[in-house]
């Protein structure tokens, strides 16, 4: 995570240095949208709109910060549910996603097969006549072997519960930072697209071994 904010960091700088330097491949409307895209604001502090280009500059920054955290932060809390399911339930390691859902329901794999067993019974057997369906259906959607569990206690089954939820509240905020990512991008592209509507921004020899940056402005 720290390796690829800086990452991100890096490419925002190595941006702004290219702005106050006087940089040529900013030359068109065009050049300005697509860097509002790439880094939100930098395009307004480019064309002078300093304020605006620097608050969505910073949010970028902090919801870049937050993306990045809250990856690492689900990676490690889901690691964690993982190996106390195993340590007090029983469940082997690895095992699919949607098993770690249906261990959060049921305090034992027993009771799910039974709760599974009576709807399958009812809607099979009974209402439809099919054995052999009722079969592959528990075969199909019950837990034997190793893979089932049985919790030690209730306590330590609700503890699992709160760190699922722990994760689901990081996965959330995990979503929410790549939206405000989003939509400072679609801010500053279309504040962009606005402000640059009667810009011209080209470069041309100064000197022996210079350039001047030519703005402007058509009304």
């Known amino acids: ?9 890096n490419l925002i700088a190595l941006l702004l240095l290219m702005l106050t330097g006087g940089s040529l491949w900013a030359q068109s ?13 930098s395009a307004e502090i480019a064309m002078g709109k300093t304020n605006r280009g620097v608050a969505l500059l910073l949010s970028d920054v902090l919801a870049t910060y937050s993306f990045f955290k809250t990856d690492k932060d689900m990676d490690l809390k889901k690691a964690a549910y993982k190996q106390y399911a195993q340590s007090y339930a029983g469940v082997p390691l690895g ?5 770690y859902q249906v261990i959060q329901d049921y305090i034992s794999s027993e009771q799910f097969n039974d709760f599974q067993d009576l709807m399958a019974r009812n809607y099979f057997v009974i209402y ?18 190793e893979e ?17 939820n722990q994760h ?37 020899p100064h000197g022996v071994d210079g350039l001047m940056l030519n703005y402007e402005m058509r009304f």
């Open 95 to 99: 095992m699919p996603q949607s098993q």
């Open 29 to 41: 409307r065009m050049a300005f949208i697509g860097m509002s895209a790439l880094v939100p604001g």
């Open 128 to 145: 439809h006549n099919d054995v052999q369906a009722y079969i592959d259906y528990m075969e199909a959607n019950t837990y034997t072997g």
């Open 1 to 9: 995570m720290n390796l690829l904010f800086s990452k991100r960091l």
């Open 148 to 164: 089932s569990w049985q919790w030690e206690s209730s306590r330590h089954w609700e503890t699992y519960r709160n760190m699922r």
């Open 168 to 204: 689901q509240r990081i996965m959330i905020n995990h979503n929410l930072a790549l939206g405000v990512m989003l939509l400072n991008r679609a801010i500053s592209v279309i504040d962009t697209a606005i402000l640059s509507k009667n810009i011209n921004l080209y470069a041309r």
